[in-house]
């Protein structure tokens, strides 16, 4: 796996929204510095926090329509009910937040996917947690992780991508994504992104580094899918949101089964 770029060493900052609120982070301790310290909350505050910021999130995403007249109450179910089979699991950035950059010393990430762990029991490791990044202009730079180790370099996205399944709500372990401060805004990378970007338009410029055309990009694979994604595994998730919402292939009536695995094989779009 090739370096291109040390790492950053200058002030992170994150923007809000809008609005520029101006988080400054020393870049060694940027995690002790983005996130809220819930200390104080009790189940129910830390339960209503958590819905509170998916669904923000999904609504700035577009996933989530709403108008004013909308009772936030009405909101959030929209957030919780989404069914599982509609998420889309491996996710290309430009295709679902046109406009979004992440850039990184290894070059921009373009696609990606987490893998949850193969056994139940492990759902509460990071460590079983799997990452697959494309760099899709940067063919050296393709890579696969684990999660607790992908947060030292690359925590922003990591909670972005969690945010965009829903999995604060979901699993304890990734509890800490529903942060407040932990993506303040989806459409706006941490301004570290900047940085390597900028550098990496240097180098393309010098001729030093040669892009892929689109042609030749990475496809999805098989083994690049998580076995829980699988329509026939949601009813046996760890998450009782997910799983109490399906049955066993067997038992569904046959036309809503087959209704249902026509949308999850539109929304997977393996690209074998």
Same mark, same amino acid.
């Given at each position: 796996? &090739?370096?291109?770029?040390?790492?950053?060493?200058?002030?992170?900052?994150?923007?809000? /929204?809008?609005?520029?609120? /101006?988080?400054? +982070?020393?870049?060694?301790?940027? =995690?002790?510095?983005?996130? %809220?310290?819930?200390?104080?909350? %009790?189940?129910?505050? *830390?339960?209503?926090?958590?819905?509170?910021?998916?669904?923000?999130?999904?609504?700035?995403?577009?996933?989530?329509?709403?108008?004013?007249?909308?009772?936030?109450?009405?909101?959030?179910? !929209?957030?919780?009910?989404? #069914?599982?089979?509609?998420?889309?699991?491996?996710?290309?950035?430009?295709?679902?937040?046109? $406009?979004?950059?992440?850039?990184?010393?290894?070059?921009?990430?373009? *696609? !990606?996917?987490?893998?949850?762990?193969?056994?139940?029991?492990?759902?509460?490791?990071?460590? =079983?947690?799997? &990452?697959? @990044?494309?760099? %899709?202009?940067?063919?050296?730079?393709?890579?696969?992780?684990?999660?607790?180790?992908?947060?030292?370099?690359?925590?922003?996205?990591?909670?972005?991508? &969690?945010?965009?399944?829903?999995?604060?709500?979901?699993?304890?372990?990734?509890?800490?994504?529903?942060?407040?401060?932990?993506? =303040?805004? #989806?459409?706006? &990378?941490?301004?570290?992104?900047?940085?390597?970007?900028?550098?990496? !338009?240097?180098?393309?410029?010098?001729?030093?580094?040669?892009? +892929?055309?689109?042609? =030749?990009?990475?496809?999805?694979? *098989?083994?690049? @899918?998580?076995?829980?994604?699988?329509?026939?595994?949601?009813?046996?998730?760890?998450?009782?949101?997910?799983?109490? %919402?399906?049955?066993?292939? $067997?038992?569904?009536?046959?036309?809503?089964? /087959?209704?249902?695995?026509?949308?999850?094989?539109?929304?997977?779009? !393996?690209?074998?």
């Amino acid at each position: 796996m &090739a370096k291109f770029c040390d790492r950053f060493n200058g002030e992170i900052i994150q923007e809000y /929204g809008r609005v520029d609120h /101006g988080l400054s +982070i020393h870049p060694q301790d940027k =995690r002790d510095c983005i996130v %809220d310290d819930p200390q104080f909350e %009790d189940p129910k505050e *830390r339960k209503d926090r958590l819905l509170t910021v998916v669904t923000e999130f999904l609504i700035q995403v577009k996933r989530i329509k709403v108008d004013d007249s909308t009772k936030w109450y009405k909101v959030e179910q !929209m957030a919780l009910k989404e #069914p599982e089979h509609l998420v889309k699991k491996n996710i290309t950035f430009e295709e679902i937040v046109p $406009g979004f950059e992440y850039w990184t010393r290894e070059g921009k990430i373009t *696609r !990606m996917i987490i893998q949850k762990p193969v056994e139940e029991e492990h759902f509460d490791d990071l460590h =079983r947690w799997t &990452a697959v @990044l494309f760099y %899709d202009e940067f063919h050296t730079n393709w890579k696969i992780t684990d999660v607790e180790s992908l947060l030292d370099d690359d925590r922003y996205i990591v909670a972005w991508y &969690a945010l965009w399944r829903k999995w604060p709500i979901q699993y304890k372990v990734w509890e800490w994504a529903g942060r407040f401060k932990e993506v =303040r805004n #989806p459409f706006k &990378a941490p301004n570290y992104s900047d940085h390597f970007k900028k550098h990496f !338009m240097k180098e393309i410029e010098e001729g030093r580094v040669k892009l +892929i055309p689109k042609e =030749r990009f990475w496809k999805w694979q *098989r083994h690049q @899918l998580c076995t829980w994604d699988d329509f026939n595994w949601f009813y046996r998730d760890p998450s009782e949101i997910v799983s109490k %919402d399906y049955q066993k292939i $067997g038992d569904y009536d046959s036309d809503v089964l /087959g209704k249902h695995y026509k949308e999850w094989l539109k929304v997977r779009n !393996m690209e074998d």
